[in-house]
Structures are given as structure tokens and as C-alpha cells.
């Protein structure tokens, strides 16, 4: 029950820590101790414990210390680095796929690493070992195998790592607090020589005074170098990265050393993971400036600019004292701003198919790992870590990665290139990243869509670009390694920890990535090899068409493609050709020169004939190179559309949105795009209020062939009596090709009232409703109010009876409750009468449950407004009082349309119909009612004693039912207006001045 009033108190003990960390800020060691070592001998069949294939949650995570301060921070829209388009290089798909581990280890921690001959592999808590094709060498085992100080240590995190330069592996471990005289540490095992089965190992146990949570480990010339999530509530005044005495380890000597730093000058928003540079390849720096790098998210308190973080360690293994740790740079400029925190720092972000728990983002941390490596003219280092592309929408998670350079040795770094990679709906986290010795980038994550059309349970993809692709763009086409058959099982949302990516030390250009997927209750490691940098000498290929595009085309057009060499020689002289809808091949030759793994483009001489309006053309494309290696990539096929030349249309009403108080004086806002072949402009554009008279204006820009434009009209509308309004809106444009695709339509309310401002971010508040055949499932918190009511499901009143589903993210000790209205007299104001639910406990966070509900069997007909409120019931602001704002919750507005299955045919025509009420001033009034009904109706009008006012026939003018009438004489105050026959109709209020 004292939950938030507990996080309250520790925010602001936390302030308090993190100010006096900063009044007495360390800048070297904070910790120094040393390990002997425990050398064990060849793996073998006789001292391998098996796995144990038990169902265990590792080191379960607190939700953190939420520093997120509400509405700062930068972007509030769209990430401007954000690449929407896939990349369209085709490449070959991976090379070997095999099941690293199949284990129901919550989460399983996949990591592993390819050296000369051997790809170990480890997850909690086991480990196994292949060879380069695939084959199992030592099957799945449990990490005390090892032995020496692993030895009955399996409490998970590892970590294994190829150091290329001295061709050993390195595995890597925590081991939780289990108890006196066993203190936390972190465990290390280094093989003796190149074979990890066959050479032995040097094992290590390092000591520590706290858990060394989330450890990632680096290598660098001077040492081993390992970040961690440890003391993540002040993180300045701790030692939370460690350097261990490389070259000892490598000898297998005792008393190695390892001093902890602090971070001075970091933010954090709980969970956080800083990353160490860790060096690929066989040259190693020169001692000193070691890295470490974070984010800082400008949400996050203390931040005021998004920026990386960079700082140097320099250790001096002669004089321990005078090692330092010190900030080196605050890296601002390229870096775009990003919004780099869900749900307010929690871990359940991202929805997954069929209404499973979300799983988490793995927010806050850069994602392991972070690659150097050394260039004859530069030294590259390339990292990522999760973003919110769309922060002020639902979420939708994006890697955002860097290449950062630096000119020399001891020179500052800066950023070289900047993207976030979120090509579609699909959301993308928990990536990995390299870089090979030519400069090319691969990146292997994770993809999970929630859509029911196209649902993607977790699935493991690749992506990737080459060194001369323009920068900032993943330009490979996205390759899959494993398409995942499941969602993530468990209620916790856990996923990966993390994923890894290393690159085959033999050739340098081929990465193996090792990530989670889940089939049934087994989480699986699928491990991916694949290469795309240039291999065979010929190899060239089509990529993609440039021009036409969909337009309005001609029966004279050029052709222009962009091909690859993809090859090791510069190619020229060779064939192009293309073919239209399957006719007659039209062939060329390219007579430039394309050096290895570049583009080019080329123009055809002869054009095509795609002059038939509305026809698409089916382009194919390729190339003919003689001795070429790879034909699978030669061709490509490319549809376009010949447009109409005019075809316009409003696909959005912008403005205005449903709001409490609207005005006498509303903007009306609505998009137009142009789906034709040609610019338009000078298009004549409409809105009408219900069935008001239409009001007319010309949009006088110009809008491009495939592009929209937004235009707000001159004459403002008069929404100021509460209640619902459709709006309709329209172009006119002579000679429009396609007059189904001209209009809009929307429905908007003047509410009585909007509680905005109730807090749910720590969960509280419906985030799931489903009601009839209305689901909605992905409900982001915002303000804690949100208008769902354009959308509707219907409610058979001859039924009576009626079942709602909803689901929270908090529940505590029967607090969490709702109640919902159906504003039956449609007057805007949710009365005490009109409550269908009152304070029914949701008992259960993440799980569905179904609620039924009754409307009176005389409900009236037609659309009516409903909200919902749920909230901790604890806390201030009372749960049945639709207008207030609670403390923990959330308001929503929906719409339910009340039907009578029933009713006779003509009873439903009345049912759909609109009824308008106009006024034109001095208290005279016009009633109008559009339909199809013909036979005459009774209009009457009452006042709110429910006393008769006007009684009369109204018959249909053969468009509309139109009646008018005086109230001049009539007393100030509300009216209804009511038409139709004595057993159905439709009511409308009006204000009497």
C-alpha cells in the first residue's frame, strides 16, 4: 500500500547520494584487492556435470530508481535519424544456423564467441562448445565443469570473449552473495592455449563488496576491462568498472589484481550498463586512455542535452595509486536527440502476439558490444542501444547506432556516422554490432510486431552496410536467422539479457550472432554466421530500380538502375538488361568501370512504353557478367503504376479533437494527398458539421505527386454545446479520377469534462479494454486520459447482458479498481445513473479479466459516448467521479453504438439516421434529419421538466425532414429536440439564450 509514497522517499534519497557522491568525487581506484589462480586441466567426459535443464529465474530485477522527469526531454516526435526504409543490397542468407542452448533459464543470457576453430557458446548456467561446420564438441554442461573457482558456481550473467591478439577464450561470470564466508564476486576463466577443450584453464575468483550485476566484458592492451550495473543507486561514489592484470591471466599467474573506478559524472535512470571499447582484431592500442562510454538521455534528471559519455582509465600497474579515471568527453555534436527510456524506466515494454506479457527493451544499457578497431588512417568504434522512435506516440522500439572515429592515437572521438534502425512497424531492440577489418558494419536484433495481420513472435534478424554505402544507413536488406514460433512465456517480460555479435578471427568479415528466441516453454539460443563483404572476384548485380516511379507515365520512358560489384575486381564491358511485364528483352552494355563493392548507376538508351492509366508494370532487371559467382543477386523486379494525373483526396480531419469546452470558434484542420501522377494545386476543399449547409474553400499550394499537404479553412465552426459532432470533410477537384478516396470522416466530442493528469507510470490504470468486437490492447499512459471514442462496437439492447475485458500493469492488495458510464441521454455529462460498473477490483497485474454489465432494455438508440477509469483506489481522487483526477490511473473514452435486433426494418432506417439542430440566431431554430424513411414523423420538444413544448408533423422533402421552429418565447435553459415515430428516435440538445 505505501509503494509509491516508498519510491517517492527513495528518489529523493537517492538526490541525496548522488550530491554527496559529486561533493566528494573519486577519480581513482575505489577498490583494490587480487586472486590467485586455480588451474584446471582438459575438458573431458568424466568432468562434465551435465545440464540440468531446470526452470530457474536468474537474478530477478527490481524495477529501479525512476528519475524520468515528466515532459522533458527531447524529441517529442519523430527520431530525425530514424531510417524508415529497409536497405534493398540483396546478400546471401546466413551461411550455418544451428541451436546453441534449449533451456528454460529465465532469461538465458545468450553470448558466445568464434575463435580459429572454435565457437564456445554459454548461457545461465551452462556452457558448450562447437567447431567451425557445426558440430557439437562438448554438449550443453554446466559451468562448474570448468572447475577451479567455478566449482559449484552457476548463479549466471556470463559472458565469453576471444582475445584475438593473444588467441585465448575468456569466460566470465558473477557469483551472487550466497552467504558468509562466501562474499560476491566476479569468476574468470582463461584457456591455457588456443583449444578450449583440450588446453586447460586459469580460473580466478575476485571478490567484492556487492553484487556486480549486468557485467560486460572488454579487452584492451593494458587489460581486461569489465563495466557493470553494480551499486546502480549511486553509481558515482563506487566502484562499478574493474580492470584485471591482463598479461598475468594470460601466464596463468597468482596474485592478480583488480581495481575498481567509479564513473564521475554519470546519470542514470536505475538499470543502467556503460560499455568498455573492446578491441577486434590483432593489433592492440597503446596502453592507456582505456574507454568506457554511456548515454545520457536528456529525460533522465540532470541530463540537459542528449550526448554519450566518454571516459578514459588509466592504469599503472607499478603504482596502483596513481591510476585515474577521469570524463574525457561529452559527445554532443552529430549525436540526434533520442528518447532512450520505456514506461518510465520498467521492464515490460514491447506487446507481443496473441496478448502475451510485454517483454522488456532492455532499456538503458549499450548493448554488448561496443567494437574498436584499428585502421591504417583511423581508429572506428561502433555501438547501439534501444530507442523510442515515436515518444509521443504508442511506443515503438528502434536500435539507435553510432560509428564513432578518432584521427590518432590520443585524439578526441567524434561521431562519423549516426542512425536508428526501425524500417517499419515492427519494433527492433536488443542488438549487436560490428565492424569488420574493411569497414563494413553488421548488426544482428531483435524483431516482435504485436499486429494481427502480420504477427511476429520474438525472431532473431541481420542487417548491415559497407564502408563507401552512404552513411548513416543500414543499406543491406534485412535477413533472417530464425523466425521465432512463440511468444516469450513467462509473466516476468524477461528477454536476452542481451544478445552477441563477433566476427571470425580467420577472415576477419564474418560475424557469428548469438540471440533468444522461444518455442513453447523452451527459451533456444539460435547462433547465425554470415558474411556479405566481398569474397569471389566477379560477382556483380542488379540492386534497384531508380526511375520511373509510380507517376503519371508516358509511352516514352527511360530506364535508370542502380548495380553492384559486389566482387573483389573492378568490372566493365559486361551485359545490363531489362524486360517490361514479360515481354521482350531489352539489353545494353555497361561500359564504365565499377570498383570493387561500389555503385553505379545506368540509364538504358532504349525507354519503355508505360503509358496505360492505372495499369502496374512489372519491371525485372539484370546483369550478365561473364564468370560471374553469384547469380541469386543478378537480378531485382520493381513495380510501378501508371497514376491518374488528378486524384486528390482528405485522408485526415487534423483538428479539432474531442475536448472539454470546445468553442463557438473552431479550426477545422484536415491532410490532403495527392494519390495522383501529376502536382495539383487550386483544389477545392469542404467540411459539413452533421448535415449543416457544406462550407467551401480552396486549397491554393501545391502538393507533389505523392505527398500531402495540410490546410486549416478560414471559416470556423461552432462546436460549444456539449455532445458529439461528425465532421466530414472533402476536395473537390474537376476531373477526379477516383471520387471514393475524396472524404473523410470523423466523430469528435465537447466533453463535460477530462481528467487529465493522473499518473500511471508506475502501471496503474486500464492498458488493455476490449469490449463487442472493439479490442485495444496497446494503451500507452500519457496523461493518464486518452480519447479512443472515434472507434465503436455495437450493443444489442434486446440482449441486455454484455461482457468487458480489461487488464492492468499494477495490482496490490485489492486496490486496483474500475468503474465505466455509458452516457445513455447524450447530454456530455457521465452521471450517477448512467454507471454501468462500479469499483469492481482487478486483482491481478498482466492477466485478463472479463467484467458483465447491463443497459436498460429502453436505452436509447444509436451512438453514445463511454468512459472507463481505473486506478489505486488508495490514493486521492475518487474513482467514481467521472471529472476527477486521481493520483494513480487512467481515464479513457470510447463510443458503443446501441442497436435492437429486434426492431422492424423501418425502425433501423430511423436508427441511422442524423439529427441536426441549427440555430440562426434571435432564438430560431431549423430541425433536420437526412434518411432514407419517407413516411411522415412527430417532432417534439421538451424542456427539462420533461414538459411538452412543441408537438408536430414533419414530413420528408425528399431529401431531408426539415422543420423549423420559434423558441424566442421560450424561457432561457436546456431543450430537447426530439423526431421521429412514437417508438424510436433521435434526440438533440439545445441551449436556449
Given amino acids: 500500500m505505501m509503494k509509491k509514497l516508498l519510491s517517492l522517499l527513495i528518489i529523493s534519497f537517492i538526490f541525496h547520494l548522488n550530491s554527496t557522491a559529486q561533493d566528494k568525487e573519486i577519480n581513482g581506484p575505489a577498490f583494490i584487492d587480487s586472486a590467485r589462480v586455480v588451474k584446471t586441466v582438459a575438458l573431458s567426459k568424466k568432468s562434465l556435470i551435465p545440464s540440468t535443464k531446470k526452470s530457474k529465474l536468474y537474478n530477478p530485477r527490481n524495477r529501479g530508481i525512476n528519475k524520468v522527469v515528466p515532459g522533458k526531454g527531447l524529441p517529442r516526435t519523430e527520431d530525425q535519424a530514424l531510417q524508415k526504409k529497409m536497405g534493398d543490397i540483396h546478400v546471401k542468407s546466413p551461411v550455418l544456423t544451428f541451436d546453441g542452448a534449449v533451456t528454460r533459464s529465465t532469461p538465458s543470457d545468450p553470448t558466445g564467441a568464434v575463435g580459429r576453430n572454435h565457437y564456445v557458446n554459454a548461457w545461465n548456467s551452462e556452457f558448450a562448445i562447437w567447431d567451425k561446420t557445426g558440430n557439437l564438441i562438448i554438449p550443453e554442461s554446466s559451468l562448474a565443469s570448468i572447475g577451479g573457482t567455478f566449482t559449484n558456481e552457476t548463479d549466471g550473467d556470463p559472458i565469453v570473449f576471444y582475445d584475438e591478439s593473444a588467441d585465448r577464450f575468456v569466460l566470465m561470470q558473477f557469483s551472487a552473495d550466497v552467504g558468509s564466508p562466501t562474499p560476491p564476486a566476479l569468476l574468470f576463466a582463461v584457456s591455457q592455449g588456443s583449444d578450449p577443450v583440450n588446453s586447460g584453464w586459469f580460473t580466478y575468483r ?24 553494480k551499486d546502480a543507486l549511486a553509481p558515482e561514489g563506487k566502484e562499478i568498472v574493474f580492470a584485471l592484470e591482463r598479461d598475468k591471466m594470460l601466464r596463468g599467474e ?9 564513473l564521475p559524472g554519470i546519470k542514470n535512470n536505475g538499470f543502467y550498463s556503460p560499455a568498455g571499447f573492446s578491441v577486434m582484431g590483432p593489433e592492440l592500442p597503446p596502453p592507456g586512455d582505456a574507454p568506457i562510454i554511456y548515454l545520457q538521455d536528456d529525460e533522465w534528471a540532470g541530463v540537459n542535452q542528449d550526448h554519450l559519455k566518454l571516459w ?4 599503472d600497474w607499478n603504482n596502483l595509486s596513481a591510476s585515474t579515471i577521469a570524463e574525457s568527453q561529452e559527445i554532443t555534436q552529430g549525436v540526434t536527440a533520442f528518447n532512450a527510456t520505456f514506461d518510465g524506466g520498467g521492464f515490460q515494454n514491447l506487446p507481443q502476439p496473441g496478448g502475451a506479457v510485454d517483454i522488456d527493451a532492455l532499456q538503458g544499457a549499450m548493448m554488448y558490444m561496443t567494437q574498436y578497431r584499428r585502421f591504417p588512417t583511423h581508429n572506428s568504434a561502433v555501438m547501439n542501444f534501444v530507442v523510442d522512435v515515436l515518444p509521443s506516440a504508442a511506443k515503438h522500439a528502434g536500435i539507435r547506432w553510432y560509428e564513432l572515429r578518432q584521427q590518432a592515437d590520443g585524439q578526441p572521438w567524434t561521431v562519423y556516422q549516426e542512425g536508428t534502425y526501425a524500417p517499419d512497424a515492427s519494433d527492433r531492440f536488443s542488438g549487436s554490432i560490428g565492424i569488420d577489418r574493411r569497414g563494413n558494419i553488421g548488426l544482428g536484433f531483435t524483431v516482435v510486431d504485436d499486429d494481427d495481420r502480420n504477427p511476429v513472435f520474438p525472431s532473431i534478424r541481420y542487417t548491415g552496410r559497407f564502408s563507401m554505402d552512404p552513411l548513416g544507413i543500414m543499406t543491406i536488406e534485412e535477413q533472417s536467422i530464425v523466425e521465432g514460433d512463440s511468444p516469450q512465456p ?101 561500359t564504365e568501370t565499377i570498383a570493387p563493392e561500389t555503385f553505379a548507376t545506368f540509364t538504358f538508351e532504349n525507354t519503355a512504353d508505360l503509358s496505360e492509366i492505372g495499369e502496374i508494370y512489372t519491371i525485372v532487371v539484370s546483369t550478365n557478367l561473364d564468370n560471374d559467382s553469384d547469380l541469386n543477386n543478378d537480378s531485382i523486379e520493381a513495380r510501378v503504376r501508371n497514376l491518374p494525373p488528378r486524384d486528390v483526396g482528405v485522408t485526415a480531419i487534423e483538428a479539432p479533437v474531442t475536448a472539454e469546452n470546445l468553442s463557438s470558434n473552431e479550426q477545422i484542420t484536415i491532410t490532403i494527398d495527392n494519390f495522383g501522377g501529376e502536382p495539383q494545386q487550386n483544389i477545392p476543399v469542404s467540411y459539413q458539421i452533421g448535415n449543416n449547409a457544406p462550407v467551401t474553400e480552396t486549397f491554393n499550394g501545391s502538393i507533389p505527386v505523392g505527398e500531402f499537404a495540410v490546410y486549416t479553412f478560414n471559416t470556423t465552426a461552432n462546436l460549444s454545446t456539449s455532445g458529439r459532432y461528425t465532421i466530414t470533410a472533402s476536395t473537390g477537384l474537376p476531373n477526379d479520377f477516383d471520387p471514393d478516396n475524396d472524404s473523410e470522416t470523423t466523430s469528435i466530442a465537447n466533453l463535460n469534462c477530462i481528467p487529465n493528469g493522473s499518473d500511471c507510470s508506475a502501471g496503474d490504470g486500464i492498458f488493455y479494454f476490449e469490449l463487442g468486437e472493439f479490442l485495444n490492447e496497446r494503451i500507452p499512459c500519457t496523461t493518464g486520459y486518452i480519447d479512443f471514442s472515434e472507434g465503436s462496437t455495437d450493443l444489442d439492447r434486446s440482449v441486455g447482458e454484455f461482457t468487458v475485458t480489461v487488464k492492468t500493469n499494477f495490482a496490490e492488495e485489492d486496490v486496483e479498481k474500475f468503474s465505466m458510464w455509458i452516457d445513455f441521454n447524450d447530454n456530455a455529462v457521465f452521471e450517477d445513473n448512467e454507471r454501468v460498473i462500479t469499483s469492481e477490483i482487478i486483482p491481478e497485474t498482466n492477466t485478463a479479466f472479463s467484467y458483465d454489465f447491463s443497459i436498460p432494455s429502453n436505452a436509447k438508440l444509436g451512438q453514445h459516448l463511454l468512459r472507463i477509469r481505473a486506478g489505486d483506489t488508495s490514493f486521492t481522487g475518487d474513482l467514481n ?21 429486434t426492431l422492424n426494418v423501418k425502425d433501423f432506417i430511423i436508427n441511422e439516421a442524423e439529427l441536426v439542430v441549427v440555430s440562426s440566431g434571435d432564438s430560431q431554430y431549423r430541425a433536420i434529419m437526412q434518411t432514407s424513411f419517407e413516411e411522415p414523423l412527430r417532432i417534439t420538444v421538451y424542456n427539462v421538466l420533461g414538459q411538452k413544448m412543441i408537438e408536430n408533423q414533419i414530413v420528408n422533402n425528399g431529401d431531408a425532414y426539415v422543420y423549423a421552429f420559434d423558441m424566442s418565447y421560450a424561457a432561457p435553459g436546456l431543450y430537447l429536440v426530439r423526431v421521429g415515430t412514437r417508438d424510436i428516435g433521435k434526440v438533440k440538445r439545445i441551449i436556449v439564450k
Fill in 206 to 229: 575476485f571478490d567484492l563488496n556487492s553484487l556486480p550485476d549486468y557485467p560486460k566484458l572488454s579487452v584492451w592492451s593494458d587489460g581486461y576491462y569489465i563495466t557493470t550495473n
Fill in 254 to 262: 597468482d596474485n592478480v589484481r583488480i581495481l575498481g573506478f567509479p
Fill in 312 to 315: 578514459l582509465i588509466d592504469v
Fill in 490 to 590: 513467462r509473466p516476468e517480460g524477461r528477454y536476452g539479457d542481451y544478445s552477441h555479435l563477433s566476427i571470425d578471427p580467420v577472415d576477419g568479415i564474418t560475424f557469428w550472432h548469438n540471440a533468444e528466441y522461444f518455442s513453447g516453454l523452451d527459451r533456444k539460443n539460435k547462433v547465425g554466421v554470415f558474411s556479405f563483404s566481398a569474397t569471389e572476384p566477379n560477382d556483380v548485380g542488379a540492386v534497384s530500380l531508380l526511375d520511373p516511379e509510380s507517376r503519371t507515365l508516358t509511352g516514352n520512358e527511360a530506364i535508370t538502375v542502380r548495380i553492384r560489384n559486389y566482387g573483389l575486381n573492378a568490372q566493365s564491358n559486361f551485359e545490363i538488361s531489362y524486360r517490361v511485364n514479360g515481354g521482350p528483352e531489352v539489353t545494353e552494355v555497361f
Fill in 881 to 901: 467521479d467521472p471529472c476527477s483526477v486521481m493520483q494513480y490511473g487512467t481515464t479513457h473514452d470510447y463510443s458503443v453504438n446501441i442497436i435492437d435486433s
